[in-house]
């Protein structure tokens, strides 16, 4: 399970609202990823699969964003990415066999994942990229 992170965040800074997209008509007949649903704020709630997914996703794609941010602005992003996380995914409990499942589904989708975070990130105000 995911370390529960501590950060300072400014107040004056709002993230963009980012959603992950689910099943798309436009995908079918390929591999369509499953559906993540973004779980609510809390601890300790018993969690279905598709908030098990979007919670190990998102860790995911907080790992490539953590390598691709660069500066004051783009940590301050972030950040608030993180204390999200934090609130809706750092204390929840889950069936096994959804775990092993997840855990499957995120080699299987890496590369969408990492192509994930890279949008996610090219949206924020300031951020210049390098290449990476």
Known sequence: MPE??????????????????SNRP??????APEAEVIPPVGTGQRYALPFVRYCHF?????KT?????????DT?????????YNA?????LYQAQDLVLVVAEVGANKSRIEADARR???TWP????NGR
């Open 58 to 62: 998102q860790a995911e794609r907080l």
């Open 4 to 21: 529960r992170v501590s950060i300072l965040v400014s107040a004056r800074y709002r993230a963009p609202r980012w959603q992950p997209v």
């Open 26 to 31: 436009d995908l079918e007949g390929a591999a």
């Open 76 to 84: 301050r992003a972030y950040n608030l990415l993180v204390v999200d």
């Open 126 to 129: 300031g951020h210049v990229s």
């Open 120 to 122: 996610i990130i090219s």
């Open 88 to 92: 809706r995914c750092s204390d929840f």
């Open 65 to 73: 964003i953590k390598q691709l941010a660069q500066g004051p602005d």
